[in-house]
T-cell receptor, first 111, second 113 residues
Framework: ELKVEQNPLFLSMQEGKNYTIYCNYS?????LYWYRQDPGKSLESLFV?????AVKQEGRLMASLDTKARLSTLHITAAVHDLSATYFC???????????FGQGTRLTINP | NAGVTQTPKFQVLKTGQSMTLQCAQD?????MYWYRQDPGMGLRLIYY???????DKGEVPNGYNVSRLNKREFSLRLESAAPSQTSVYFC????????????FGQGTRLTVV
């Protein structure tokens, strides 16, 4: 059964600092997704990573995928307050449409 | 163009009551999902429908039933609500081919007392 784990689950950081959120998954897959959720809101898609070595960047966020290590990272560069949110990774079970999410990382960025 | 619409947005039930959560999409996507979100647990998959006419269990299906009424609509039914089903429920849709992102509804906040 596919399991998806994120760490850390909570992250408080200062503006201007860099940090990384990690997403590990338990079974073979080459499709991984990152989502953002603001408090009381729904989820919005950030990145779609579809192959080993895939890297996507949007502003201060960069996501990468290592399918051999079953690991994805979401790197935040020079954090700003607007990036405060909960970030989720999700993985497709191989060969299926079953999309499984991690627990989420609640990110708080302080001035 | 509403995307993914969930009804109702809020609901309070008494233990033992039944209700159906509705999800409708106008994106012409094939796959539809129901998740529940609880603090510290992330999103957990309840049921999904890869295409019209099919449904499959997810991680936490007990206490729920689903119906894929047609391509547009996917409903989630609680036959006898329990306090443990207090949660925020999200419906999501995907195009149905692999490698596509999911789009989410605004959620239904359900409280069972």
């Amino acid at each position: 059964e596919l399991k998806v784990e994120q760490n850390p689950l909570f992250l408080s950081m200062q503006e201007g600092k860099n940090y990384t959120i990690y997403c590990n998954y338990s079974t073979t897959s080459d499709r991984l997704y990152w989502y953002r959720q603001d408090p009381g809101k729904s989820l919005e898609s950030l990145f779609v990573l579809l192959s080993n070595g895939a890297v996507k960047q949007e502003g201060r966020l960069m996501a990468s995928l290592d399918t051999k290590a079953r690991l994805s990272t979401l790197h935040i560069t020079a954090a700003v307050h607007d990036l405060s949110a909960t970030y989720f990774c999700a993985v497709d079970e191989k060969g299926a449409q079953k999309l499984v999410f991690g627990q989420g990382t609640r990110l708080t960025i302080n001035p | 163009n509403a995307g993914v619409t969930q009804t109702p947005k809020f609901q309070v039930l008494k233990t033992g009551q039944s209700m159906t959560l509705q999800c409708a999409q106008d994106m012409n996507h094939n796959s539809m999902y129901w998740y529940r979100q609880d603090p510290g647990m992330g999103l957990r998959l309840i049921y999904y429908s890869a295409s019209e006419g099919t449904t499959d269990k997810g991680e936490v299906p007990n206490g729920y039933n689903v119906s894929r009424l047609n391509k547009r609509e996917f409903s989630l039914r609680l036959e006898s609500a329990a306090p443990s089903q207090t949660s925020v429920y999200f419906c999501a849709v995907r195009q149905g081919t692999l490698n596509t992102e999911a789009f989410f509804g605004q959620g239904t906040r359900l409280t069972v007392v």
